[in-house]
Antibody, heavy 119, light 108 residues
Framework: QMYLVQSGAEVRRPGASVKVSCQSS????????VHWVRQAPGQGLEWMGR????????TYAEKFQDRITLTRDTSINKASMELSRLKSDDAAVYYC????????????WGQGTLVAVSS | SYVVTQAPSVSVAPGQTATITCGGN??????VHWYQQRPGQAPVLVVY???DRPSGIPDRFSASNSGNAATLTISRVEDTDEADYYC???????????FGGGTKLTVL
């Protein structure tokens, strides 16, 4: 069983940045692709980007290309997602999830992190 | 980028069969995965690689993928199946993962 534990809820002002982390103590989950998916209230799932397990190189969805940074720290089995220049419609639950290979399914998910954006 | 379409809602009586479809251009040529999401919870994988079930997912859940449609079928529907269902695939042209818009399954 792989458990992904995410950091807690955040509140930010418009224009600020937020960093959400995802960590596992039970498995070397960074040997898998680590993806980030968000879900706005009442809306569907939206893929934001992923990190390649072998190279550590991120790939971003075009929509977030200029505002997102994905990183990982293999020494502590942790991945992070930072989103900058927040807008009100960035308010959402942010999930990390893992897949074993690129076309592969997201087998394991974090519990989600609520990010509120409010002035 | 690749577009996947799902009907927003499906309703079915308990014990009946629910069919949820994802449409996309030659989606049969891609590997499609399905997730169940209950309110307030993270998504759970119920079918991967078009037709396979993870351990612990009941065999009431089955799926197929051919041509321009991928289908998730839930047989003998139970109250606990009431949830949102999403299909997902990787589009090699854009190198992005893509989700369908989701289908809300209501058990009458």
């Amino acid at each position: 069983q792989m458990y992904l534990v995410q950091s807690g809820a955040e509140v930010r002002r418009p224009g600020a940045s937020v960093k959400v982390s995802c960590q596992s103590s039970t498995y070397n989950f960074t040997a898998n692709y680590v993806h980030w998916v968000r879900q706005a209230p009442g809306q569907g799932l939206e893929w934001m980007g992923r990190i390649n397990p072998n190279t550590g190189v991120p790939t971003y969805a075009e929509k977030f290309q200029d505002r997102i940074t994905l990183t990982r720290d293999t020494s502590i089995n942790k991945a992070s997602m930072e989103l900058s220049r927040l807008k009100s419609d960035d308010a959402a639950v942010y999930y990390c999830a893992t897949s074993r290979h690129l076309p592969g399914a997201f087998e394991h998910w974090g519990q989600g992190t609520l990010v509120a954006v409010s002035s | 980028s690749y577009v996947v379409t799902q009907a927003p809602s499906v309703s079915v009586a308990p014990g009946q069969t629910a069919t949820i479809t994802c449409g996309g251009n030659d989606i049969g040529g891609k590997s499609v995965h399905w997730y169940q999401q209950r309110p307030g919870q993270a998504p759970v994988l119920v079918v991967y690689d078009d037709t396979d079930r993870p351990s612990g997912i009941p065999d009431r859940f089955s799926a197929s993928n051919s041509g321009n449609a991928a289908t998730l079928t839930i047989s003998r529907v139970e109250d606990t199946d009431e949830a949102d269902y999403y299909c997902q695939l990787w589009d090699p042209r854009s190198d992005e993962q893509v989700f369908g818009g989701g289908t809300k399954l209501t058990v009458l």
